[in-house]
């Protein structure tokens, strides 16, 4: 429980209806869209401006209350949830797009704004953002900011890092302060903008941020390729890559993620296939038309049993929102579904998927693969029950192993959906005992006090690093 | 009932894998008016109602009078459920919470009465509906809130009273609504043979709409069959928490329709459609009906759907220039699938421009007898919608369920537009355009 002068403190800054103690708001920011995660802030509170976000800070981090920042709840790491208590901020009042600046190509946001708002908004002046997370039609700019999330166009055009030219930052001691800038160039200190995208919000708020735009692409095509073997659509992926063409989208579907997807979005996916890539290119028609060629010439060497062309605009977009349903639609198989976001470098894409495969095989649990092929970020799916005590301890050997082999695979644990409480205990798996330290020095620099966002990313213990099997 | 009992009860009846079916990814966010309408508070979303829903069954929180409130703000408008890739049946769950609250409420001795009268009475029983005007209809609204919410009744009844008598339509007398034959023939060659389910609002104050869309099935080619035994959906039952009088109603209704040789039982109302495609689901826990229930369900069909499998959208249909409107019932299109039918019946019509409304999707605020018990909630969404609706420049709003007509109808009105604008039930435009 908030103590009572605490509450009335964050009352005088944000207002009496935007502190919220009761048991229903509580229960309802105690959890994000990680499976088996869930605990109870004390108190709920929504600021309408930096300078209240300022005091907030101020005010927590003298009484030392934990401040968990939160967009919308939909990170898959337990990043928002509130595993230590304190008070959760939510950015539902600080959601306005500030300004589209068309001559630098910049589009300024408050944390709160929803990420395909945003995006409708700058298309309709015929410019574009390209990160868009699956989760994009509710996820917020803050939390993509915090998670520096990929998308379906990270192939060609990169992850939300690279479009973030300058952010508004309040640290706990009240300190507010800038980045970067509408700059092409800039390098005036260390880069702190970097720093805090992917800080999972334990550093400290983001407040405003100023994003990149690039023109519109002329023309977009989008076409599918279907296969009855899902190593050869894996090789596909390296070898497009391979050969130098680099599509905007190149996403992978196995088997059972195609019939569940097929079974929610109606559109007529193959569901006798194997497994499928989705695969997309944008740019100057001519170029678009030359790399589709190539692009569909390799799958058919790589034994693709057909390749479609979407034949209009609606049934491109069409596949491109049931590819972005997969996880969701996945869940309805098993009462639980955890996923995770194993990344390796490109050329060993065909690998880590038939590693995964032989994983699954061994401890006997149902895995489902899907994700950016093309960027060497897969997403193996688990079904499972977590009432099913036996099964899950199972499902956490496998996931270890898949992580243990993707990083022997010069790979990470994470490639976009971030550490959060989840994935803690493998952290160090990936950076070693130094590693963590440099960031816990870092960490300190910022937030002596912890209060931002606690239980995250530094885990309490760190799990034995299994050796993978021979 | 005391919170614990109410906490063991919800746990019982609540389907727990159900529950747990929804992975929390948020994907229903966007859709749920009032989410938007309420900053985006996530406890007035659909992930947040079941988030509080298992967090009650496991022992998180008490059902406390905030957790009521939530599950009540909820216009059961089911628009989370076809967007949800998860496929989690929202509305089931939401019912079953309902009913479970409802049963606990200890009512004072006039309501007690009067929510005997309505439902015990009134609804399940024809005669006595058709005896009824529209006042009296209105009133029984208010009874209603009388149900639900405890103090301030009076005042907000006399507010919204005085506005929705003079938006019912005229009521038929009631030798009229004697005079209905039981069965009618096709005009010229036979294609389908169907059942009409003419519900007891739908056959009382919207009898015309009624007899119009018999006449349109006559004129597509059916045979048409209107049982006499049939009855009230139950649908104001079974989202009133009297879940067992809705029960009987769904037996009595498949009873009634239990005839060979059709192939269609039709409904001209989404509010009545959605419940009675999913008898099956009311009557689950009851084994011998379960085969029964199936078949009627199979059968059921919203009229637009039927009109344009046999091909009406191509029949010379005409009206004089103006631009159409068309504002989606939630349950017909979230329940029963239904969105594309009317809008192509509507665009076949020559002299009509066709503008699609934004957010024509989203609830008009109507849900049942949400715009009584919750009404300022229903008013601010009501007022959105006739934004969009004024939008479009439409003289026509058209609708396919009476309880969204009667809302447009109030809608056009509270905006000062009821010299320029009119809402109309479908099939009443569409038999106005065939003759
Ligand atoms: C179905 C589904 C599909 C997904 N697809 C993708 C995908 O394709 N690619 C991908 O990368 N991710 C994906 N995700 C994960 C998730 O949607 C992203 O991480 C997204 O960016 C989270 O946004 P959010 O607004 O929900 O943030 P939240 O989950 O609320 O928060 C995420 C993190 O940001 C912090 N944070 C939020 N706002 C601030 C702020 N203003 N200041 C400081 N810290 C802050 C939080 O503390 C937390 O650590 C998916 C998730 C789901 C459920
Ligand atoms: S109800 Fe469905 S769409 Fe909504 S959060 Fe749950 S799983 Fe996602
Ligand atoms: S039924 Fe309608 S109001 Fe209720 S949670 Fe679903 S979308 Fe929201």
Redesign the interface.
């Known amino acids: 429980m908030l103590d009572s002068n605490v509450k009335e403190l964050l009352i005088g800054i944000v207002g009496e209806g935007n502190v919220n103690d009761?048991?229903?708001?509580?229960?309802?920011?105690?959890?994000?869209?990680t499976?088996n995660f869930?605990s109870?802030p004390d108190a709920v509170v929504?600021p309408n401006s930096t300078e209240e976000v300022r005091k907030i800070l101020k005010v927590c981090n003298d009484c030392q209350i934990p401040v968990v920042p939160r967009g919308?709840?939909?990170n898959l790491c337990a990043g928002t949830c509130p595993t230590e208590g304190g008070v959760v901020l939510?950015f539902?009042?600080m959601?306005r797009i500030l300004e589209i600046d068309e001559e630098n190509l910049t589009v300024t946001v408050q944390p709160g704004t929803?990420t395909q708002e945003m995006i409708k908004a700058v298309e309709e002046k015929g410019l574009f953002y390209p990160p868009d997370p699956s989760?994009m039609?509710?996820s917020t700019i803050g939390g993509n900011l915090n998670e520096n999330s990929g998308g379906l166009r990270g192939l060609k055009y990169g992850v939300t890092r690279d479009y973030v030219l300058g952010i508004q930052v309040v640290l706990p001691n009240g300190n507010v302060f800038r980045t970067g800038g509408k700059l092409a160039k800039d390098v005036a200190g260390y880069d702190l903008t970097r720093l805090f995208v992917g800080s999972e919000g334990t550093l400290g708020v983001i407040t405003e941020a100023t994003l990149k735009l690039v023109p519109m692409p002329e023309t977009k095509k989008t076409m599918l390729a279907i296969y009855d073997d899902i190593d050869a659509a894996a090789k596909t992926v390296s070898k497009i890559i391979a050969n130098k063409v680099i599509p905007a989208t190149l996403e992978f579907l196995d088997h059972p993620t195609l019939e569940v997807?097929e079974?929610?979005a109606k559109i007529g996916l193959p569901t006798y296939a194997e497994a499928v890539l989705l695969i997309e290119q944008d740019g100057a028609l001519e170029v678009v038309e030359r790399d589709m060629e190539k692009i569909m010439r390799i799958c058919e060497e790589e034994h693709a049993i057909s390749v479609d062309v979407a034949k209009s605009d609606e049934e491109a977009a069409a596949l491109c929102t049931a590819r972005r349903?997969?996880?969701?639609?996945l869940?309805?198989m098993k009462?639980?579904?955890i996923l995770e976001d194993a990344t390796v470098p490109r050329s060993k894409v065909a690998q880590m998927v038939k590693a995964v495969n032989e994983i699954a095989g061994k401890y006997d649990v149902k895995i489902c693969t899907f994700g950016h092929a093309g960027d060497g970020n897969l997403h193996p799916t688990c079904m499972t029950?977590?009432r099913d005590k036996d099964e899950l301890k199972r499902v956490e050997k496998a996931f270890e192993e898949i992580f243990a082999k993707a990083i022997e695979l010069g790979g990470t644990i994470t490639g976009e959906h971030g550490v959060g409480e989840m994935k803690s205990p493998y952290l160090e798996w990936k950076l070693g005992r130094e590693g963590i330290e440099a960031m816990r020095g870092l960490k300190a620099a910022f937030d002596p006090n912890g209060i931002m966002n606690p239980g995250k990313m530094f885990a309490k213990d760190s799990r034995k690093r299994v050796v993978v099997g021979v | 009932m005391s919170k614990t009992t109410m906490q063991q009860e919800l746990k019982e009846r609540l389907d727990y894998d159900e529950l747990m079916n929804c992975m929390r990814c948020g994907f229903c966010l966007p859709s749920c008016p009032t989410y938007t309408q309420t900053d985006l508070n996530e406890p007035a979303s659909p992930r947040g109602r079941i988030a509080l829903m298992k967090g009650v069954v496991d022992g998180l929180i008490e059902p406390d009078e905030d957790f009521e409130k939530q599950l009540n703000l909820c216009l059961g408008c089911r628009a989370c459920e076809p967007v949800c890739p998860s496929g989690v049946k929202y509305g089931h769950l939401l019912e079953e919470a309902r009913d479970v609250l409802a049963q606990r409420k200890k009512y004072s001795l006039p309501v007690k009465v009067l929510r005997r009268v309505v439902f015990d009475e009134l609804f399940p029983k024809k005669d006595r509906m058709r005896r009824l005007n529209g006042l009296i209809w209105a009133y029984q609204k208010s009874g209603l809130q009388g149900v639900t919410q405890k103090t301030g009744v009076l005042k907000v009844i006399s507010r919204n009273l005085a506005e929705m008598e003079s938006i019912l339509p005229d009521i038929p007398s009631p030798k009229q609504m004697k005079n209905r034959p039981i069965e009618v023939r096709a005009n010229g060659e036979v294609k389908k043979k169907v059942a009409f389910f003419s519900g007891c609002l739908m056959d009382t104050m919207f009898m015309k709409t009624n007899d119009a869309s018999i006449e349109l099935l006559q004129l597509a080619g059916c045979d048409v069959w209107i049982p006499e035994t049939q009855n009230c959906c139950g649908a104001l039952h079974a989202h009133s928490g009297e879940k067992e009088q809705a029960k009987r109603l769904a037996k009595r209704n498949i009873e009634a329709f239990e005839m060979e040789g059709v192939d269609y039982i039709i409904s001209n109302a989404g509010g009545c459609g959605a419940l009675l495609v999913e008898y099956d689901h009311l009557l689950k826990d009851e084994p011998e009906w379960k085969e029964r229930s199936r078949k009627f369900v199979e059968k059921m069909k919203d009229i637009s759907e039927v009109l344009v499998e046999l091909e009406f959208h191509k029949k010379d249909l005409s009206l004089l220039p103006q631009t159409i409107t068309y504002q989606d019932s939630c349950h017909l299109r979230n329940v029963m699938g239904t969105s594309g039918a009317p809008r192509q019946l509507l665009k076949a019509i020559k002299g009509v421009t066709y503008k699609e409304m934004k957010g024509a999707d989203q609830c008009c605020g109507s849900a049942g007898v949400y715009n009584l018990v919750q009404q300022d909630m229903s008013m601010q969404i009501l007022d959105d919608k006739m934004r969009h609706a004024k939008e479009t420049e439409a003289q026509t709003i058209v609708t396919a369920n009476p309880g969204c007509l009667l809302q447009m109808k109030l809608g056009v009105k509270r905006k000062g537009l009821d010299h320029k604008v009119k809402a109309v039930h479908i099939v009443d435009v569409l038999l106005e355009a065939v003759h």
Do not use: H, W
Request: hydrophobic content about 35%; overall charge neutral.
């Open positions: 009761s048991s229903e708001s509580r229960l309802a920011y105690s959890y994000d869209a499976p869930q109870l929504m919308s709840g939909t939510v539902n009042k959601n929803i989760s039609k509710i997807v079974d929610f349903s997969a996880l969701s639609a869940a309805r009462p639980t579904t029950d977590v």
